[in-house]
């Protein structure tokens, strides 16, 4: 085996390995990282995967040294990810399925419909200024994903159900994620203080108060408080007569929500202080938190639950395909990656992720 760590992929050309001249011969010999039940994963497939999902993730490294960085963060995912594939394909083909030239013509029919192009040439040019790939290319990347789909929909998913029962002891235990928070509905005004005033600063902050002890007053009065707030609060609100909400009471300051909590509905707030100014709340309406119905989130316990347990048995599934497979590691720095990678997916299962 090669030591070392796990060589990160083109970038840093000499760091690669990559592929290598035979000095007798002249022929290019790929390097193999693994084998794989006799399958082998090289040195430029890690590599085209590395690329891949350093563009997938939108990182844009400045330099080599920071390229090399990013590939070598990677690797861990991405050869745990092509032996996961690799593993799969494997055993669609134990299965029996298959992906003929009809499905790919068809499929082939289907993008360049979409996409407006009249012969395979058009499709063919644009494949290749778009995405660097050729139909065999294409042809390949759609095999594989239909051949994964094929695994998963027969040896995963229809290996996972959701009776009715379970649906609601899952409600019934997770009550709180199905019930609507508590919420205001309220009307400000707002006598906003200038800041940066210095010394004549104090004397500002006493307007602020009277003015909005003055629109308070105006209220118990009889006026209406939506009409003062349109005419004397600073608030963007007051071009709704001063409304907001409903609003969770979670999001409100502790000083809001015990001003608040002192009134009932209809009344209006003493002057509070804020960092702004001086505000005064009308509460209009005030709602306790309330289970939502199991008949309403029943579609979306299953989405979720349904979900939840998939991804734990395709998790399970492929750790089984893992542990019956026969690997022969040809670099021990890719084969540490792969087997730290194994331990964060573990870690993350155990989390409820992945």
Known sequence: MDGGGPAPAPAAAQTLGGTSPDTATGLVLERILVKVNGDIITQTELEERQIGLIRQRGLQPRNDAELVQALRELTPEVISGAVDELLLIQRARELGYQFTDEQF??????????????TEEQFHDALAQSEGMTLDDLRRVMERQILINQVQQIEVLGTVTLT?????????ANIAQYTAPATVTMREILIRVPEGLGGAGVAADDQARRDAEEARQRVLDGEEFE???IAVSDAASKANGGLIGPIDVSLLSGTLLDALDRIDVGDVTEPIRTSLGYQVLKLETRTQPEPTP???????????VFNDRRLAEYAR???????EADFDWKDDGVRQAFDDYQVVRAARLADGGE
Do not use: K, P, Q, T
Request: proline share 0%.
């Open 105 to 118: 013509d068809e499929i082939l029919g289907d993008l360049m419909a979409e996409n407006g192009f009249e």
């Open 164 to 172: 009715e029962v379970e649906a609601r002891e899952h409600y019934e």
């Open 227 to 229: 009409l003062i707030a």
């Open 294 to 304: 199991f008949e309403e989130v029943r579609d979306r316990i299953s989405e979720n």
């Open 317 to 323: 599934y492929l750790d089984r395909l893992r542990v």
